[in-house]
């Protein structure tokens, strides 16, 4: 898939120009009981985390919410455990530019079907967007030294579990700073999680959103994806994207362990480096079982099970290198129902070795082009 920003409705300003009135466009005007704006975000919580604070065992029905649980700049040691998020507009579970997190044992579900999730230019000058670019389930955005493990993660309006860098486009939000400084996500881990009927996004995504951001050190293992197909609101896309989507951005030391990843819209893992001078750097993919996956078509031109694809249109830019997948790994993965076992494009071919590789009926085990 292409992550790329997308941007949403403004509100009024003020004299002095602070932003007042901002409701985003198709979402439902706030309760009573949410509180507005937090984090200068545009965007209304259910619940607003303290420092060290633990929410555990208990439902929140964020319906008229933007957010179900928000974790704001600098709410270190929030500790989520077995609570129920529902009914929020964007994201149930949204933490930004923050660290030692812990998001477990918890079940995120029927958020996210209130957003506008269209591609759209920035209002210049504004410092809003006109959406809300990125609305999983549970959001991370400049989040470092966090733990998501042992979630169920089920029929929500923009996709699963998404790991995302933070900066002058923070993607979780609809007000801007460009000023704001690149925050990256590292030592991170997305661990047994369960994730089915996501439709509009991923199960599992650690992608960069601004110019020159990135990720590092991550742990996404023990995963079961199931993607269901199509509903009215949109094709549930599964599969697990590790990607530099921003010029000059980059993802690098992230282990893909142990997954499961069943009937995805795209392919099962995708290692992605999408715009010039992009890269991912040792990125190992093992131990994963993934089956059927790539209906869609989405960047391999058949079913795929791991694909390793440096965008070749963003090739060939004055000045700038070609985005390359440097050091990937693919070794001891099971891939059934696939055309296509092992699928790659682009410069630094991947190292593959010890694959179980079952293809469809003149399917190919392992393409490198």
């Excluded at 029927?110 to 230019?121: E, M, Q, V």
């Excluded at 042992?150 to 929500?156: K, P, Q, S």
């Excluded at 391999?300 to 060939?316: C, D, H, K, Q």
Aim: aromatic share 6%.
């Amino acid at each position: 898939m292409r992550w790329r920003p997308v941007l949403a409705g403004v509100g009024a300003m003020t004299a002095s120009g602070a932003l007042v009135g901002l409701v985003p466009a198709g979402a439902a005007q706030a309760a009573p009981s949410c509180t507005p704006n937090v984090g200068n975000s545009g965007l209304s919580a259910a619940v607003v985390a303290r420092p060290h604070q633990t929410i555990a065992h208990r439902t929140i029905d964020a319906t008229g919410c933007d957010i179900g649980v928000y974790i704001g700049a600098g709410i270190a040691h929030v500790t989520i455990d077995s609570v129920t998020v529902t009914g929020a507009n964007y994201q149930g579970i949204f933490a930004e530019r923050t660290a030692h997190l812990t998001v477990e044992n918890s079940t995120i579900t029927n958020n996210g079907f209130n957003t506008i999730a269209d591609d759209a230019d920035p209002l210049p000058g504004s410092g809003v967007k006109s959406h809300v670019g990125q609305s999983f389930a549970i959001s991370l955005f400049g989040v470092s030294y966090s733990i998501v493990k042992d979630n169920i993660v089920f029929n929500n309006g923009r996709g699963g579990i998404g790991l995302m860098d933070n900066g002058p486009n923070d993607p979780g939000t609809i007000t801007q700073d460009t000023t704001a400084p690149l925050t990256s996500s590292s030592h991170d881990q997305i661990v047994g999680n369960t994730t089915y009927s996501n439709y509009n996004g991923c199960g599992i995504v650690a992608a960069t959103q601004n110019f020159g951001g990135s990720l590092s050190h991550l742990i996404l293992a023990g995963n079961t994806i199931t993607g269901t197909g199509f509903s009215p609101s949109g094709p549930d896309i599964g599969g697990i994207v590790v990607a530099a989507d921003l010029p000059g951005s980059s993802v690098s030391d992230v282990t893909v362990r142990g997954n499961t990843v069943t009937n995805s819209f795209e392919g099962g893992v995708i290692v992605n480096a999408e715009a010039p001078n992009s890269f991912t750097k040792d990125v190992h993919v093992t131990a994963n079982t993934v089956t059927a996956n790539n209906s869609g078509h989405l960047e391999a031109p058949e079913t795929a099970g791991i694909l390793v694809f440096a965008n070749p249109s963003a090739s060939g830019v004055p000045n700038m290198t070609d985005p390359a997948n440097i050091g990937t790994m693919v070794w001891n993965n099971v891939v059934t129902d696939q055309f296509y076992g092992i699928w790659s494009v682009g410069n630094f071919a991947p190292t593959v070795f010890g694959n179980d590789i079952q293809v469809s009926d003149g399917g190919i085990p392992i393409s490198i082009g």
